[in-house]
């Protein structure tokens, strides 16, 4: 499976920058970056009790529904989704065609400062992802094998995850 | 479509249970949910209508251990059976790594496993995958019921390559974690393809 997807160290240090100066710059409560996948990759704020796992989960799902509704109606993407509470609100847009941006916020922002942050996070985000796509491309052409933790595992590894 | 994240030390993998309509997907999470260590695993999340069938999808995170040291999780999916939900069924196998196809073994759902199964390897060409490359298992479930069709005649009309085969009575726990053991091991094994 060559698809897989992977996050370096150094990269991941930059998206949690962004995030972090996201989540301040909006006066967000929490910022979520989630794969279309439904995996999470990195979050920042006041998580709380928050169930991170579920919520990225649940982002993938409701993206990939509205989604399906655009190209049903003949739309490429609804780029933006946003959902008003009581006193949370929620904005979520897509990054570089494959991540998820989720933007939790409440009174002390507003939706006109939420998207002018998200705008200009994106970009950033953006060129952090493709900087991952040409090290995975660049590994593949020098015929470096990426350093997979999987090169050498055993049957017994295999089944030793599985023992009680 | 695994996510490997050198950075947390993190493999997540995709797990997704197929079938019919009734046939005892939800179920599975369910058994598998309720007799998991609180520490290895997240909330069930039922995306499910008012009378408990699934609307949208379940998902059962799980925490299986560490390989190398890499954190393992596997996320558990399921799909809503119910023919008219095709829509969702293919969003939701996108970036599956594996599939459990739980088949009913009661003689009435003959046509609808067969019309599942149809509908899988549709779905998942539809998405650039092949029933016959990626980790499946089928698990023939209901074995409890009087009215149920003999295993050697279900494997004949449902087994497409050799894949593991699993007798199941899913509400009682039978087969369930042997399934999911078989489709997490070929799961890794491909990882280990992949990266060798
Ligand atoms: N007798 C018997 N009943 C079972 C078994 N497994 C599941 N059931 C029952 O079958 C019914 C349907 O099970 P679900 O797990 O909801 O089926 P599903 O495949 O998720 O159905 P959809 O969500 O509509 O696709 C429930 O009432 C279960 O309790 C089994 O092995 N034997
Ligand atoms: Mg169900």
Redesign the interface.
Known sequence: ?????????A???QIKTVIAKLCDDANAKMVFLV?????Q?ASHGEIGNI?T??LA??TA?NV??T??LARLIGEKEFPVLSHEGEKDNIHISIVAQRVILVVIFDERSSLGLVRLRVKRASNELTDVFESIVRKVEQHKEQGV?????????TDE??D???RE | MTFINYASREINCKIVYYGPGLGGKTTNLQYIYDTTAPQAKGKLISLATETDRTLFFDFLPLELGTVRGFKTRFHLYTVPGQVFYDASRKLILKGVDGVVFVADSQTERMDANIESLWNLENNLKAQGYDLMKIPYVLQLNKRDLPNIISMDELKRELMRKGEPVFEAVAYKGVGVFDTLKAVAKQVLVELKKGSG
Do not use: H, R
Request: proline content about 2%; glycine content about 8%; cysteine-free.
């Open positions: 499976m060559s698809n897989s997807v992977v996050m370096y160290e990269e991941y240090q794969d279309k996948n439904g995996q990759i169930d796992t579920s989960s649940l799902g990939a529904a989604d399906g094998e990426l350093d997979s933790p999987f090169a050498e595992i590894d295999i030793n995850l599985f």
